[in-house]
């Protein structure tokens, strides 16, 4: 009688579940996004990619600072963690798919008192007694409806997710390191090149400063190149600032503390080699970026996450199994067996309230899941496609300043020697000067815009893309 009724219950639950409307994982979703995805990876498979683009630059120094960053970065090991923490959890939960087992042992003892007492009486009817007493449960629950299965994949889904969130640190890490090792060689060249100014115009001043005194010319060209000199010494202050920011980052990169050195001489920036970025591949060439994988793998983990959830409605079995056994002595524990089973039914339709209210909460989950995977596809997507004109817009812009350094240092050289011919004025040689060395500065600046651009594109496409 028993059994009919579970039979007839888990008939019900099959009947409400045929009868429930659309399920949101028979949408098509999950399988567009697939689709998809496996159109970005054919474009990407047409491609060579380098992993290990900064290898390019033959720098053994930023090769061993990017090993130094990727073993002892901290959110590196934060991340580390976090994928520990997702596999652990996947154990936990695929453990249900399995029996589980388990055991205890008891000793116990009595004493009876009787009648009479045994301190005045040799013959008290007291009694006493030992027993020991060993048992094992076994405990399983059937997974009919492949909830327990989904449950387990979506877990394992968010273990690969975190792998991936891993990869995507560990890449800006990579290209945080380069970026900041390039930026101080600029920085280097940049103060050198402003101390050498602010030398040159100290010697002007000098000299200024004895015409003055000898009544060869009037105050103005004194004022002049003192207020170039001090102009100079404010770009040099700005400038050893901003390297000992820059400078910062690099150390929290390296997780290095301010007493603890650096070790590093940073090349001539004007001296780096580019690798070049072909802009020829497409911007669609995204699979192999860690974040959109993530973003993926998470759907797919939502997915089962929602599909276990849509199966709640159903009943669960769970199946058991005893075995206990009990003696006065430990070595005879093994000879009075007792086996016991059970099979126990559990119902959540018939709290219909609480499981379609979890369904809807599974489901609101599941489109914010794909709503991330949208957007994490179009933000990677116009950042390549910024990259590439960024790259390409500093590659000009340098190219266009190496000319015009080059025409400021020969009208710098004209007004020199206008000056000296008492044709120019002092002022328009020290503004020639002033433009030459912002014009120097600009150089400097624009080589490492197209190393930190190519760089940008090389960690957006996550490697260096050739054919």
């Known amino acids: 009688m028993q059994l009919s009724k579970s039979l007839s219950a888990i008939a019900l639950a099959v009947a409400l579940a045929a009868c429930s409307s659309g399920k949101m994982t028979q949408d098509g979703t999950l399988e567009h996004a697939q689709a998809t995805y496996q159109q970005y990876e054919d474009i990407t498979r047409q491609y060579h990619v380098t992993e290990q683009w900064w290898l390019g630059y033959n720098d053994q120094q930023l090769n061993r600072l990017i090993e130094r960053a990727l073993a002892n970065n901290i959110d590196l090991a934060k991340a580390a963690i976090a994928v520990n923490r997702a596999y652990y959890n996947a154990n936990l939960v695929g453990a249900d798919l399995i029996p589980s087992f388990t055991s205890q042992t008891g000793f116990s003892s009595n004493v009876s008192k009787g009648v009479g007492s045994a301190s005045h009486n040799v013959n008290s009817t007291g009694t006493s007694g030992i027993g020991n007493n060993l048992g094992f449960n076994l ?15 979506a877990a394992e889904w968010e273990h690969k997710a975190t792998q991936e969130d891993l990869q995507a640190a560990r890449l800006s890490i990579i290209n945080g390191v380069i970026s900041s090792y390039y930026n101080l060689a600029y920085y280097k060249d940049a103060i050198n090149v402003t101390q050498q100014t ?21 105050r103005l060209s004194v004022d002049q190149a003192t207020q170039a000199t001090l102009g100079a010494r404010s770009t040099l202050i700005g400038l050893q600032t901003a390297q000992k920011a820059t400078e910062q980052t690099l150390r929290n990169l390296l997780n290095v503390k301010p007493n603890e050195p650096l070790n590093v001489r940073y090349p001539s920036i004007l001296g780096v080699k580019l690798q070049g ?14 974040d959109v994988i993530a973003a993926l793998q998470r759907l797919q983990g939502s997915f089962k996450s929602l599909r276990a959830m849509e199966n709640s409605w159903f009943p669960m079995i769970t199946l058991g199994g005893s075995l206990t056994s009990a003696a006065r002595n430990i070595g005879n524990i093994g000879e009075n ?25 599974s489901e609101e989950s599941y489109k914010l899941v794909k709503l991330n995977y949208e957007q994490t596809i179009t933000s990677a997507l116009n950042e390549i496609d910024n990259y590439y004109y960024a790259y390409q817009q500093s590659r000009h812009g340098y190219s266009n300043l190496q000319k015009k350094y080059e025409y400021d240092k020969k009208i710098t050289g004209y007004y020199k020697n206008r000056y000296d011919q008492g044709v120019s004025e002092f002022r328009e040689w020290v503004n020639a000067i002033n433009t030459e060395r912002s014009s120097l500065l600009s150089l400097l600046d624009a080589k490492y815009s197209i190393l930190r651009n190519e760089n940008a594109v090389y960690q957006a496409m996550a490697g260096k893309y050739r054919r």
């Open 277 to 290: 970025v072909n802009t020829n591949v497409p911007v669609s060439a995204i699979a192999n970026r860690p």
């Open 337 to 361: 067996p007792l086996a016991g089973g059970s099979i126990s039914f559990s119902l959540p339709f018939l709290d219909w309230n609480r499981v379609q209210n979890n369904i809807h909460l």
């Open 198 to 218: 602010i030398k040159n115009y100290e010697q002007i001043s000098k000299i200024m400063n004895n015409k003055l005194n000898a009544g060869a010319i009037d």
């Open 139 to 153: 405990s399983y629950t059937i997974d009919l409806w492949g909830r327990l299965k989904d449950a387990a994949s």
